[in-house]
């Protein structure tokens, strides 16, 4: 299902991370980046017609004073402020132009399959709707990428972008961060930069954790495109967690199978959050993600099915560990004491 060459290609290795991002563009990368930049442009053409980005909609909002549909970290409010002040559509122009160049950083930094993640229907869909997938994803690379240049301001910075989006980025950064191959006090050297900034957020913004609870509160999170099994099995979905975490994973497998575990048994994960999946080593997995184009036919139903994904990858990474434990143990207890 998942070639065992592939995990091969999450690496820690800073030299081997940096030749892959200095690598010239690939002919099917040049058309992936092509492709995107030109769908932007339809997505203005779009919103002028009185379709609207919705989510870069409610992100300029809170700029103005509307938290209504706000449920993001305030630190990046300055990042929003900014895009407001452009003219006409260029904050969103920009903003995407952005999304793209992360996810491509972090496909290269990682391992994926940069044009199958770059011609994802997550990818358009994330681009369409103005989302802020592709800079979380960018920040958890920084992060990664910072902690294995041994660059830990820069890491830190990146792991507070990744936690612009509390469930995922905090989640799946705090996995990079224990999983890194750095000492104890490097990790807290990482943590110096999130750490002044949310306390002068909190200077700037008083009390503003307790007006995000009140907002989910008043507008709860649309869960049409949840795939979690959690909204299935409810917290027994939390028992996923135990394998990856106990069985005795290499490094890359356990990153893996934490980043699919997260989409399956978290209260909330949105179809277009697999991105932080896809730019992972998982091979042409990637590919299921396009079933997302039937949703004119099969509607939400489609988009929720794609926890498949996440499945198959928990799968082929588990059930080999899981037996490979069990025959261990089995040939262990067949042995007669001395």
């Known amino acids: 299902m998942i070639a065992e060459e592939q995990f091969g290609r999450l690496t820690s290795n800073p030299e081997v991370i940096d030749q892959r991002l200095t690598a010239r563009l690939t002919r099917w990368e040049l058309f992936a980046i092509t492709m995107n930049l030109a769908m932007v442009g339809v997505f203005v053409w779009l919103h002028t017609q009185g379709q609207i980005a919705y989510d870069y909609h409610d992100y300029i909002n809170a700029v103005h004073g509307d938290f ?16 407001a002040k452009l003219p006409g559509p260029m904050g969103y122009i ?21 044009p199958a993640v770059l011609l994802s229907y997550q990818m358009f869909y994330s681009l369409y709707y103005g989302q802020i997938n592709g800079i979380l994803i960018g920040g958890l ?3 990664w990428w910072g902690m294995t240049h041994r660059r830990w301001y820069l890491a830190g910075l990146g792991l507070l972008i990744a936690c612009t989006k509390f469930q995922i980025g905090m989640t799946l950064g705090v996995f990079l961060l224990l999983l890194a191959d750095n000492s104890f006090r490097e990790r807290l050297r990482v943590l110096i930069v999130p750490s002044i900034i949310i306390a002068l957020s909190l200077l700037i913004y008083p009390l503003w954790p307790l007006k995000t609870l009140a907002t989910l509160q008043s507008s709860p999170l649309n869960t049409l495109g949840n795939l979690t099994l959690w909204r299935w099995i409810g917290p027994a979905a939390l028992l996923l ?13 356990r990153l893996v199978a934490l980043a ?31 079933l997302g184009y039937l949703f004119y036919t099969f509607q939400w139903q489609i988009l929720q099915a794609l926890v498949v994904i996440p499945l198959l990858v928990y799968a082929a990474i588990i059930i080999p560990a899981l037996r490979e434990q069990l025959s261990s143990r089995g040939h262990s207890s067949s042995i007669p004491p001395s």
């Not at 209504?68 to 895009?83: A, D, K, Q, T």
């Not at 920009?94 to 940069?114: P, Q, S």
């Not at 399956?264 to 277009?272: D, E, H, R, T, V």
């Open 68 to 83: 209504s549909h706000y449920y993001y970290g305030y630190w990046f409010l300055p990042v929003f402020s900014l895009l």
């Open 94 to 114: 920009l903003w995407c132009i952005a999304n793209i160049l992360c996810l491509f950083f972090a496909a290269r930094v990682f391992g994926g399959i940069t």
């Open 141 to 143: 690379t920084l992060l």
């Open 241 to 253: 967690w135990l394998p990856p975490l106990l069985l005795p994973l290499p490094r890359q497998k």
């Open 260 to 290: 699919a575990t997260t989409a399956l048994a978290i209260p909330y994960f949105q179809q277009a959050d697999l991105l932080g999946l896809f730019i992972l080593p998982i091979g042409w997995l990637v590919l299921l993600g396009n």
